[in-house]
């Protein structure tokens, strides 16, 4: 589901975005204490590097500041864009081992699935509320929905928008790590968290109900998959975290590159050759440039014995950590349902409070 940001964010808002996102960063560094977290993911099939890169790594970091974070596992989003659940159960076991894996703390980091926090969920109806059809319409991902997909809509993804409203609110989070493709989303559960406390809000204004949630947005790379398509779950063209360093040498081997021997980072006119060059560079922790130059003329072949020898490197400790994990699925399952636990207090709490405001605290 990605989209156009030329469409939807103009130049001078992601510039404000960005500058805001710097001065949080900057406040985090003193006092995380101020800032709470909501991330998530689809368990519509195993993370991959991309993942990791592009935002598990990130996570990490931020906990690792000491921000408190609420991760949620989207099962129900699931069904938003297909009929049925696939191997739902086996992907959220693997997902909580990745999580762990890569150093999520559930003692920091509450990890919870969406169906088994009612309260959050029952959020979604005073929040429908305050949508309108047209607005749900203009969003980004519901436009994509609409125009590239040759499923009808459901009412689910219509609405898609608010739930990911009562995601973030029902934590009363007030800052969501996300791409510039995000950022109209965001704006959205501002809006709903604003009409809300003009609707219904507490006496005294200063304590509205919901926070204004920030995005925190970075540059983070996208990586392609091994055919030079965006590396995406749904493609089958993904590196598992979990993949094992022999099946990992073979769909590196695989991954398309070009005719020319001389390696150059040059994402616009030679993306395969650039994305591989780049999964390196991230693995080493140096510049794409300075990994081009050092491999010069080795060949499309050089370059994949470095992408091999630097992926199963990084990722060897994070395997061999989560192959333990997988060994005692009870421990993982205990882990989410304290994480779900910890997530229907506050939510609970959340939906009192939302209830005692629309005067329903029968
Ligand atoms: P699906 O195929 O089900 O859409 P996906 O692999 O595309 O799955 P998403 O769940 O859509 O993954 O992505 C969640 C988030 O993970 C994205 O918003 C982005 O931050 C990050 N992400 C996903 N794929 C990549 C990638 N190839 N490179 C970098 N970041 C990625
Ligand atoms: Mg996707």
Redesign the pocket.
Same mark, same amino acid.
């Given at each position: 589901?990605t989209i156009d940001i030329a469409e939807t964010t103009s130049d001078a808002s992601l510039t404000k975005s960005l500058e805001r996102s710097a001065e949080i960063e900057r406040q985090i560094a003193v006092d995380p204490s101020g800032f709470r977290i909501l991330t998530g993911?689809?368990p #519509? +099939?195993r993370l991959?590097i991309?993942?990791y890169? +592009? *935002?598990l790594s990130n996570r990490v970091r931020l906990q690792g500041l000491g921000v408190t974070s609420f991760l949620l596992i989207a099962d129900y989003q699931v069904i938003y864009d297909r009929d049925g659940v696939g191997e739902l159960k086996d992907n959220v076991l693997n997902c909580l081992a990745d999580y762990l894996a890569i150093g999520i703390d559930p003692a920091q980091t509450t990890i919870f699935a969406h169906s088994n926090v009612p309260a959050l969920n029952q959020l979604v109806l005073p929040f429908l509320a305050l949508t309108t059809d047209s607005e749900l319409r203009r969003n980004p991902t519901v436009k994509d929905e609409l125009a590239s997909s040759n499923r009808p809509m459901s009412g689910l993804m219509l609405t898609f928008p608010v739930h990911q409203a009562a995601d973030i609110l029902f934590c009363k989070a007030n800052l969501v790590p996300v +791409?510039k493709d995000q950022l109209p989303h965001l704006e959205l559960t501002r809006q709903i968290a604003r009409r809300f406390d003009e609707r219904y809000g507490r006496a005294n204004p200063k304590q509205p109900v919901f926070p204004q949630a920030d995005a925190l947005l970075s540059e983070?790379?996208?990586?392609l998959g091994m055919d030079g398509s /965006?590396? *995406? /779950? *749904? /493609?089958g063209n #993904?590196i598992e975290l979990g993949m094992d360093a022999d099946t990992t040498a073979k769909l590196i081997k695989r991954a398309k590159t070009d005719a020319d021997s001389h390696i150059s980072y040059d994402p616009e006119a030679r993306p395969e050759v650039s994305n591989l060059v780049l999964l390196a560079a991230l693995c080493l922790g140096r510049s794409p440039e300075d990994v081009a130059e050092e491999l010069g003329d080795a060949g499309g072949g050089g370059l994949k014995k470095l992408v091999t020898e630097a992926v199963n490197e990084t990722f060897a400790p994070v395997r061999a950590r989560r192959t333990e994990l997988l060994a005692d699925p009870g421990a993982l399952w205990g882990i989410l349902h304290e994480g779900n636990a910890r997530a229907n207090e506050v939510a609970d709490a959340t939906l009192k409070d939302v209830l005692t405001a629309m005067k329903m605290d029968y």
């Open positions: 589901m993911d689809r #519509t +099939g991959h991309g993942h890169f +592009g *935002s +791409g983070v790379p996208l990586l /965006k590396m *995406s /779950k *749904s /493609k #993904t």
